[in-house]
Structure formats: C-alpha cells, structure tokens
C-alpha cells in the first residue's frame, strides 16, 4: 500500500499548509480504512461467492454492463497511471543515487535512467501471477518503511532550515489556489491499495467456517498501522524542516550523510520495481482475457509477451516524455483514485447493503461520496496546471 506518493507528502503539506494540510491527512486516513473495510466485506457478501475483481463487484452492484463501464475504464486510469509515476520515481531515484555515489562522474540523463528502470519489467512482466511476486513485494514492503524511516530520520537530523517559511509555496494567489488543488489530488495518490484488494483477497483460501474476510481484514489493519508510520512522519517532519523549499521528493531534498541518502534512494528503487508489478498485474490480467475472449486471439506464449511487452514500452514512453512527479500526482490522484478510493466503495455500499435513511452507516457514506466527489472534480485542475507551468520550460527526451 505505501507507494512512491509518500515522498511527495511534505511537498503536499507546503501547497495545502498546516491546518489544511493535518486534516486532509488524517480524514483521508480514516475515509480509506472505512471503504477498504467495506471492500473486504462485500467480498463475499453472496454465499458461496467471491468477487475476485473490482469490476465483478461493480457488476453486482451496477448491472452487467454498466458496472463494466463505470469499473474497468477507472481502474484501468489508476493503475497505468500508477506504473507511468513509478517509471518516474525508479528513474529519479536511481538518478539522485548515482549523483550522490558518483558527484564527478558524467552527468546522465533522466531519460536514460528511466530506460534503466524499464529494462528489469521487461523481464518481471513475465511472471504468471500475485503469488509469483510474493518475494518481490515482501521486499518492497520492507523497502517502503526503511525509506520513510531514513527519509523523516534524516530531515529530522539536518533541522530546520534557515530562513524557513511556512506560508503557501505559490507567490501568487491563482498559484496558491491552483497549488491547494494539486495539494488535494497528491495526498489522494498516497492511499491506492483499494485497486487490487479485491485480486489480493482472491488468493486468501476461504470456507464457510473461516472466511477470507478475517485474515484479509487483519492484512489491512497491520498495512494501516504501518501507513500510519510512515506517512505521517515523512509529511509533517518534512514539512516541519523544510517549509515551502522542499523539493516535490523530498529524498531529492536531502543529500546527508551521503551513504544512507544513496541507500534510501535505492530502497525506493526496490521498492516501485515490486509496487510497478502489482498494479501491472490486473492490466495484464484485463488486456489478455479481452484480445482471447473479445478479439479472439489464441492464447500462447507470444501473445502474452507481445502484450505485455508493448504495454511496459508505453508507461516507459510516457514517463520519458511527462517526468512531473507532482503534476502527475495531483492530477491522476484527484481524477483517477478519489474514485476507487474514496466514494464507489459508499455507492456500492449504499446499493448492496441499503443501511437506514439517515442512520449512521448512510451519514458516513454520503460524507465520504461527497468529500471524493470534490477532489475528483477540483484536484485535477491543480495538478493539469503544475504539468503545463513545468512543461513549458522542459526540453523533452531531456
């Protein structure tokens, strides 16, 4: 669940500022743990079934054809947006890591770096499912909370920075508006584990007498709490320490003690190649099953490769030509998660379970369906501003 957005959180906290930022924080917290818990309970809420997909879900709830439509196209948005990030994140990264081992060696490019990246999914696309990157996400768990940890211990070391100011980054006033927009959208990114708890609990063995819902339930509960430790840290600490200077990562911040700045970027690295696979998994999932059920195709070997190939060449292709960590985040985080997120899982709730009309269940998810409603429809015109203010001074395949 910890995914690269976490590096982006004081940077977020420097657009949307203390009071805003704190609470955004925290509702979003609470508001995700609710929905996911729901996630888990409608998982197997028709005896002797189980709705392995989102989309599955969304059927039973929306009808055959308009759960289709209302599911698939928004997790497919989160999911290749998702991978586009973390070709970023890995390309980034392993360029901080090489500046800091190597401060006299030829500069590289971005590009190049992102081309690095990419070239170890060409190989990892190719395994046959979740349980196959069962060892590649335990490391990327472990990755995501040693990096968190480095990244607040190491702000907290430097301290606060001179001349520090805590007013909105943005000089201007539509800067600082359009900035609390992109701000909204960020935190949102943070919290995606929704898009695939579904696939997760499918590989969980359940029967009557234990369902799959306890053991997935107390999953969500031990990844929550870790969340917790590092998001919140990193957020506040960072925020705290820097002001509005901070950089959109703010390991790209930090440059002391250079061994343990290198080492974090690299555990980043680790950790978007495991986190890269997970999200990919469902697209490969969705894209074979219509080219052999849809478009006929025969299933073999190639297809497969094709497939999954061309679709790793494109998310490379992408973040080569867009490398806005945070313009990318506010954008896709409000128009892309605050759905799957924050308010479908209410709808559904809300349709499935129909609670009593203004009794506390339907209070609660009419409050989370109109908070997510907001940040899908504002927080991408921040986050589509921060990528055309930025790109107007990006010389591209730079």
């Given at each position: 669940?910890?995914?690269?957005?976490?590096?982006?959180?004081p940077?977020?906290?420097?657009?949307?500022g203390?009071?805003?930022?704190?609470?955004?924080?925290?509702?979003s917290?609470?508001?995700?743990?609710?929905t996911?818990?729901?996630?888990?309970?409608?998982?197997?809420?028709?005896?002797?079934?189980?709705?392995?997909?989102?989309?599955?879900?969304?059927?039973?709830?929306?009808?055959?054809?308009?759960?289709?439509?209302?599911?698939v196209?928004?997790?497919?948005?989160?999911e290749?947006?998702?991978?586009?990030v973390?070709?970023?994140?890995?390309?980034?990264?392993?360029?901080?890591a090489?500046?800091?081992?190597?401060?006299?060696?030829?500069?590289?490019?971005?590009?190049?770096?992102?081309?690095?990246?990419?070239?170890?999914?060409?190989?990892?696309?190719?395994?046959?499912?979740?349980?196959?990157?069962?060892?590649?996400s335990?490391?990327?768990?472990?990755?995501?909370?040693?990096?968190?940890?480095?990244?607040?211990?190491?702000?907290?070391?430097?301290?606060?920075?001179p001349?520090?100011?805590?007013?909105y980054?943005?000089?201007?006033?539509?800067?600082?508006?359009?900035g609390?927009?992109?701000?909204?959208?960020e935190m949102?990114?943070?919290?995606?584990?929704?898009?695939?708890?579904?696939?997760?609990?499918?590989?969980?063995?359940?029967?009557?007498e234990?369902?799959?819902?306890?053991?997935m339930?107390?999953?969500?509960?031990?990844?929550?709490?870790?969340?917790?430790?590092c998001?919140?840290?990193?957020?506040?600490?960072?925020?705290?320490?820097?002001?509005?200077?901070?950089?959109?990562?703010?390991?790209?911040?930090?440059n002391?003690?250079?061994?343990?700045?290198?080492?974090?970027?690299?555990f980043?690295?680790?950790?978007?190649?495991?986190?890269?696979?997970?999200y990919?998994?469902?697209?490969?999932d969705?894209?074979?099953?219509?080219?052999?059920?849809?478009?006929?195709?025969k299933?073999?070997?190639?297809?497969?490769?094709?497939?999954?190939?061309?679709?790793?060449?494109?998310?490379?292709i992408?973040?080569?030509?867009?490398?806005?960590?945070?313009?990318?985040?506010?954008?896709?985080?409000?128009?892309?998660?605050?759905?799957?997120?924050?308010?479908?899982?209410?709808?559904?709730?809300?349709?499935?379970?129909?609670?009593?009309?203004?009794?506390?269940?339907?209070?609660?998810?009419?409050?989370?369906?109109v908070?997510?409603?907001?940040?899908?429809?504002?927080?991408?015109?921040?986050?589509?501003?921060?990528?055309?203010?930025?790109?107007?001074?990006?010389?591209?395949?730079?």
């Amino acid at each position: 669940m910890v995914g690269a957005g976490v590096l982006n959180l004081p940077y977020a906290m420097s657009e949307l500022g203390w009071g805003p930022g704190v609470t955004i924080m925290l509702v979003s917290w609470v508001i995700t743990v609710y929905t996911l818990w729901q996630m888990v309970e409608m998982h197997e809420m028709v005896p002797g079934k189980r709705f392995d997909r989102y989309h599955e879900l969304g059927q039973h709830a929306f009808g055959e054809k308009l759960g289709l439509y209302i599911i698939v196209p928004q997790q497919l948005v989160v999911e290749i947006s998702l991978n586009i990030v973390y070709m970023v994140t890995g390309g980034q990264s392993l360029q901080k890591a090489h500046q800091l081992i190597c401060p006299n060696c030829h500069d590289i490019r971005l590009t190049y770096f992102i081309m690095i990246f990419a070239s170890c999914h060409f190989v990892l696309a190719h395994l046959p499912n979740f349980n196959a990157i069962s060892g590649v996400s335990l490391a990327a768990a472990v990755m995501s909370l040693s990096y968190s940890t480095i990244a607040w211990a190491a702000t907290l070391n430097k301290g606060i920075q001179p001349g520090i100011d805590y007013g909105y980054k943005a000089s201007t006033k539509p800067g600082a508006v359009f900035g609390f927009l992109s701000g909204l959208g960020e935190m949102a990114f943070a919290y995606a584990g929704h898009n695939v708890v579904l696939e997760i609990q499918a590989t969980i063995p359940s029967t009557p007498e234990k369902p799959s819902k306890g053991p997935m339930w107390k999953g969500v509960v031990v990844a929550y709490i870790v969340i917790a430790l590092c998001y919140f840290p990193v957020a506040f600490i960072g925020y705290w320490m820097f002001g509005n200077d901070v950089a959109e990562n703010i390991l790209i911040s930090l440059n002391k003690p250079v061994w343990l700045i290198a080492t974090a970027n690299l555990f980043v690295v680790v950790h978007v190649i495991g986190s890269y696979q997970l999200y990919a998994m469902p697209v490969f999932d969705m894209a074979e099953t219509f080219l052999v059920k849809s478009l006929r195709f025969k299933p073999s070997w190639y297809l497969r490769f094709i497939t999954r190939n061309v679709y790793v060449a494109f998310t490379m292709i992408v973040a080569i030509c867009f490398p806005f960590f945070g313009g990318l985040l506010g954008f896709f985080g409000g128009f892309a998660f605050a759905p799957t997120t924050y308010y479908i899982p209410c709808i559904m709730w809300l349709i499935l379970y129909k609670p009593k009309k203004f009794g506390l269940s339907w209070w609660c998810n009419w409050i989370c369906i109109v908070i997510g409603m907001l940040i899908m429809i504002i927080a991408p015109i921040g986050g589509l501003r921060t990528i055309i203010v930025q790109a107007k001074t990006y010389k591209f395949f730079s």
